[in-house]
Nanobody
């Protein structure tokens, strides 16, 4: 059974940093493109960043570019999201997601293009 488990969320002051982790089990996620999304109260789930299965390319939403960094450790089957210079508008539940098929050629930005999801981890940034 495929499972994604996020951790690392919490409460931080504006300008601070957090590192989220997404531990994958049930299959070898080194073959699959992965993404991070977030959802604030009353808003739709929005794309944050995606990383290719090989780690060779990434794609960031403009709102986080230059502040967030995605990485993956294939040996540990884990994807990370380093978040720096956090802002109150970054407050949301953060979800990691995995595509259905191996060796995806294109990085996806829509939630319905991902097949597997974690339960989410809350990030709250105070002003």
């Amino acid at each position: 059974q495929v499972q994604l488990v996020e951790s690392g969320g919490g409460l931080v002051q504006a300008g601070g940093s957090l590192r989220l982790s997404c531990a994958a089990s049930g299959r070898t996620f080194s073959y699959y493109n992965m993404g991070w999304f977030r959802q604030a109260p009353g808003k739709e789930r929005e794309f944050v960043v995606a990383i290719k299965w090989s780690g060779s390319s990434t794609y960031y939403a403009d709102s986080v570019k230059g502040r967030f960094t995605i990485s993956k450790d294939n040996a540990q089957n884990t994807v990370y999201l380093q978040m720096n210079s956090l802002k109150p508008e970054d407050t949301a539940v953060y979800y990691c997601a995995a595509e259905l098929s191996k060796y995806g050629l294109v990085l996806r930005v829509k939630p319905d293009e991902y097949a597997y999801w974690g339960q989410g981890t809350q990030v709250t940034v105070s002003s």
